[in-house]
């Protein structure tokens, strides 16, 4: 069993958190920071409008009971040196800041001073990729999705694949253009063959278009050779974000035969910035999808494996003044969840590295209004979504800003994960 330390509920903070705030006292994510008075990148986590710098706390000597605990583990530009001291460290250090915050301590209230050197106004930290990122690989586990894409390009009535019940499907992507919220791209060219055309032309996709997705983020490494139990993998995962796995349809279209995605995915992905322990998760995970037909028992997991985690995306075009919600969902949706998809991953061997992102694939719920991208959301360019500003939708356009959010919620505690925030520029 993962040693998970939580923060209770019953747990108040003596400083001013929002109500709305994703970042309450039970959830305290890590992320990694700068400032422009503070230019090298730190371990931040979030608590209200607030990024509490745990340098300065370790500096103070406030961190003293975190044992192991290193000044390069907190001054460093990716959580991965902080995962690989290991769990007894992060998530003491967790526990630690969180009994810091908590209403009754007054060691950070009595001093004025260190008080302000602490916590940094959110809207002056710039927020920088969590971890450094070896491996990305993306899953395919939504029924939903698999069975829209599915009815949309093969056979509505036998929508999935014949092997989609029996493996969690997925491909590995490409790590090194992750990018954090915030990051802007330009639409990207490609090879683009409508089926009238003869050929192909090299030119902007027209149809850009999100995939709204959590990713789970590991925080213990295997060897080469070494497989995970699918009992075992909660000792793994340090924590999830949101993702936005953005794709060009008609150059995946075009390309994907006969070895799956590849620059039609390639060009960019957006995660949120802060990464939500699993243990901040515990209290609302949930039971997932039954599973129709019987897995294998390398993916045999038990218990409870899904999360409550609402979702939503949000567009705003250039014209517009604020976003309006084209999507909401859930995360507890999804068919396979991230026991069997980690104890898939490392079934053959390969091994597992600190800060890895593994994306769960599209998540769409069962109605229309649930589905996680614009291919779905408007049926093939069929079912066009209208904005306020006049304009309609069915793919993304120039100067579109794609949003999505997503928290959990239950007896007034909050923990979500803010948002991962994207614009779209024109081709270069
Ligand atoms: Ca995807």
């Known amino acids: 069993m993962t040693n998970f330390i939580q923060i209770p509920f019953r747990q108040k903070s003596w400083f001013g958190i929002p ?6 006292l039970q959830n305290l994510p890590f992320g990694i920071f700068r400032t422009a008075a503070l230019p090298e990148a730190r371990v931040g986590l979030a608590l209200g409008d607030s990024v509490i710098d745990a340098a300065v706390l370790f500096d103070a000597g406030l961190l003293a009971g975190v044992s192991g605990l290193r000044r390069d583990h907190l001054v460093t530009d990716s ?3 902080l995962l690989a001291a290991g769990p007894s460290v992060w998530r003491v250090l967790r526990g630690r800041v969180a009994e810091l915050f908590t209403a009754g301590n007054d060691t950070l209230v009595r001093q004025a001073d260190l008080h302000s050197r602490v916590l940094v106004q ?3 930290a710039q927020l920088l990729l969590p971890t450094k990122v070896s491996n990305y690989v993306d899953f ?4 939903e999705h698999a069975s829209n894409v599915g009815a949309m390009f093969r056979d509505p009535q036998n929508p999935l694949l014949p092997n989609w019940l029996h ?5 590995n992507g490409r790590s090194s253009s992750i990018v954090p919220s915030g990051t802007s791209f330009r639409r990207p060219c490609g090879q683009l063959k409508a089926d009238a055309d003869p050929a192909p032309v090299f030119a902007p996709t027209k149809q850009l278009d999100f995939e709204l997705e959590m990713a789970f983020i590991t925080g213990r490494r295997t060897q080469l050779g070494e497989t995970i139990p699918v009992t075992n993998t909660d000792d793994y995962i340090f924590g999830m974000t949101l993702l936005n796995d953005w794709s060009a349809r008609d150059i995946q279209r075009w390309e994907y035969v006969p070895l799956g995605p590849f620059l039609g995915k390639t060009f960019a992905t957006s995660i949120s910035p802060w990464v939500v322990t699993l ?13 129709t037909v019987p897995v294998l028992p390398y993916l045999q997991s038990a218990g409870p494996q899904a999360y409550d985690i609402h979702l939503e995306v949000w567009l705003k075009s250039e ?3 604020s976003p309006q919600k084209i999507c909401r969902t859930n995360y507890s949706h999804m068919y396979w969840n991230m026991a069997q998809q980690l104890a898939h991953m490392a079934s053959n061997g390969t091994n597992i590295e600190i800060g890895d992102v593994y994306g769960s694939g599209t998540i769409s719920g069962p109605t229309p209004d649930s589905f996680g991208s614009m291919l779905e959301l408007c049926w093939k360019g069929t079912k066009p979504i209208a904005l306020p500003d006049g304009t309609t939708r069915t793919f993304i356009q120039d100067g579109d800003t794609v949003i999505m959010k ?6 007034g505690i909050r923990v979500g994960f803010g948002e991962v925030s994207t614009e779209v520029k024109p081709a270069g």
């Open 319 to 321: 014209k517009m003044t």
């Open 279 to 291: 243990d901040a998760l515990q209290p609302f995970r949930v039971g997932g999808p039954e599973q």
């Open 79 to 81: 959580l991965n040196t």
């Open 19 to 24: 109500r709305d705030s994703d970042f309450s």
């Open 122 to 124: 959110a809207g002056l």
């Open 167 to 171: 493996i969690p499907i997925g491909y």
């Open 140 to 143: 395919y586990s939504s029924r």
């Open 406 to 411: 997503g928290w959990c919620e239950k007896d």
